[in-house]
């Protein structure tokens, strides 16, 4: 029995499309990555699948039980663990009483540990918590009674970065201890990070299935190379080479020529043309998975062309370097007026 | 087993203590002021004064004794009326309110059924329920002993006791509303309207060719005036109320059992 399994599923809000066809399924201690855009269907998948609402079409079963027999579902949730992508709780009370009442409604057996990494302040009342607070109660909320399926809706939201890295390390700590993860996220970083397997949803339907390594390893490596000489994008039409991209730095600078792509060739070839040209800086990197990612966004190829710019932009400002940075930042400017 | 009735009941608690003591000062303030308004007034020359109808529909005449006056200042009205209807807003803000912040994921998240759970939040309205009906029974007996004009202590009992069957309704009918209608304010208007309504169309339609439509409304079988005046307790009406209540509760259940929560 598989924890989490798919079958054609569909959920319509009357003529509204949310999902389609979701055909998929997570293996036991797999960390599943639900990726896609706000509105792709994201948390229509996860809330249909908690039995919040019924399915237009399709099937799905959670740890076994069909997610339309209400009493089965309801004996699985048992041993489910949830994190809405919102939490919303009663905000008149302490953090505490909220867990001792969660606590009876599902068990608790780990809350005080689970505390001692998350712990947000229970003896105030919720209404006083920041959004990270909440989040992190919610996390123990979906932790406390030891769940063998964890179902959260883009976990890390709300937290700040070293709590983002303390829930993905808790998560991979899990894992170890045989535990399944179902989780929706647009933060590439960390589903890099965590997960084994990702799904790609997109307009209510799923676009892509495949391991982590794989879509990478498929994605190729993103070049960029700094030349004293001229040259435009025709001296590099090697099979391989994607989304080629010339600048000579508008000015007739001496910095020469920059040119960047993707490349999924083999190297010999890449380099052998590379080593044509007065070299002056070069850089092989695996592609970003936030590129990858645009690529499966854009809905036409135009809108599609613009995100994988604006995917560069963000991993420049990420990685800027101090050689490349001057120039680049002023293409980064007008690029982003532009659009 | 009854966490969630727990949980809520908490939460009401607060709000039943200040009705509780805001009614019991009310009542009590009332109760010890009846004899010497009553000695004052002449209830039956201010009665012919007024138009029939009027002195009808507020059962004024019954207003001479200290029964008649308690029963309509505080009973008849602010009792029946307004907390009655507070309890039906205050069902129907529920579970539409729970589902209107978000809160009702995290609880649905566990192992609880929604019948379940409707059943428990509508069950923590006992607590208002019980709590303002003890303090306020203390609080008028306790006037009217003052003033020594002891009001029979079982007529004010059964006022008390009737009105648990009466509230229970008003709050039944509100849980349904609550995950019937759509919004949560919308829900809690047709809850609150509902009763404030109910009043209305009884008071209209009583002595008219239509006056069995005040059937429709719960306080055709729940009178503490009559009780209070003349110590006649209509059981059918409790019986009538409480198969109200057990209707709504089904009602609410199934429906909210089918409905998508979003």
């Known amino acids: ?339 | 087993m009854f966490e969630t009735t727990r949980f809520e009941s908490e939460q009401l608690l607060p709000a039943s203590a200040v009705i509780a003591v805001s009614l019991a000062a009310f009542g009590g303030l009332m109760t010890m002021a009846a004899p010497g308004i009553l000695g004052d007034v002449d209830v039956e020359a201010l009665s012919e004064q007024l138009p029939a109808a009027i002195v009808e529909a507020f059962d004024l005449r019954a207003m001479g004794t200290i029964e008649g006056f308690i029963g309509l200042e505080l009973y008849q009205f602010v009792w029946l009326i307004g907390l009655g209807a507070y309890l039906a807003y205050s069902a129907a803000g529920a579970i539409s309110g729970d589902i209107e912040d978000g809160r009702l994921d995290t609880v649905l998240a566990a192992p609880i059924s929604r019948r379940r759970l409707l059943f428990e939040r509508f069950l923590a309205l006992l607590t208002p329920i019980l709590v303002i009906n003890a303090v306020v029974f203390g609080a008028v007996y306790g006037a009217s002993a003052v003033v020594n004009e002891p009001i029979a202590l079982a007529d004010l009992a059964a006022v008390h006791v009737f009105s648990i069957p009466y509230f229970l309704a008003c709050g039944a009918f509100g849980t349904f509303v609550s995950v019937a209608a759509p919004r949560r304010l919308m829900a809690e208007g047709i809850g609150a309207g509902a009763i404030v309504g109910g009043f209305l169309l009884q008071t209209l339609v009583s002595g008219t060719d239509v006056s069995w439509l005040g059937a429709l409304a719960p306080m055709r079988y729940y009178d503490p005036l009559t009780i209070l005046t003349t110590g006649e307790y209509d059981l059918a009406g409790a019986g009538i109320l409480l198969a109200a209540t057990v209707g709504f509760l089904l009602a609410g259940a199934v429906y909210f059992g089918e409905v998508d929560v979003q």
């Open chain 1, 1 to 339: 029995m598989r924890p989490l399994e798919t079958n054609g599923l569909s959920k319509y809000y009357g003529e509204v499309r949310g999902i389609e066809d979701l055909t998929f399924s997570v293996e036991t201690g797999e960390v599943f990555g639900f990726l896609g855009p706000n509105g792709a269907g994201k948390t229509t998948t996860i809330r249909t699948l908690m039995g919040f609402q019924s399915p237009t079409a399709g099937t799905a079963t959670v740890l076994g039980a069909d997610i339309t027999d209400t009493a089965a579902l309801r004996g699985a949730r048992a041993n489910v663990g949830y994190l809405p992508s919102e939490p919303g709780f009663n905000e008149n009370v302490t953090g505490r009483r909220l867990l001792e009442y969660h606590g009876s409604l599902r068990g608790d057996v780990r809350s005080d540990e689970m505390l001692e990494l998350f712990d947000p302040p229970l003896e105030r009342k919720v209404r006083e918590y920041s959004r990270g607070n909440k989040q992190m109660l919610a996390i123990v909320l979906a932790f406390m009674h030891d769940p063998d399926l964890l179902v959260m809706d883009e976990p890390t939201s709300g937290l700040d970065p070293l709590k983002q890295e303390r829930l993905l390390e808790f998560i991979r700590a899990e894992q170890q201890r045989g535990k399944t993860f179902f989780f929706s996220s647009h933060i590439l970083s960390e589903v890099r990070k965590v997960c084994d397997r990702v799904g790609i949803i997109r307009d209510g339907h799923l676009i892509e299935l495949e391991d982590v390594e794989s879509l990478l390893d498929r994605s190729g490596k993103m070049v960029r190379a700094r030349v004293n000489d001229a040259l435009d994008g025709s001296a590099f039409d090697l099979d391989g080479v994607h989304d080629i991209e010339v600048s000579d730095g508008g000015d007739g600078s001496t910095d020469g020529t920059t040119i960047s792509f993707t490349y999924t060739g083999a190297y010999e070839p890449l380099l052998r043309r590379l080593l044509a040209y007065d070299l002056h800086d070069l850089s092989i990197e695996e592609a970003p998975l936030e590129d990858i990612f645009m690529r499966f966004y854009g809905e036409n190829p135009a809108a599609q062309a613009e995100r994988i710019e604006d995917g560069f932009d963000g991993r420049d400002g990420a990685d800027a370097t101090d050689e490349t940075d001057g120039k680049d930042g002023t293409e980064e400017d007008s690029e982003t007026a532009d659009v």
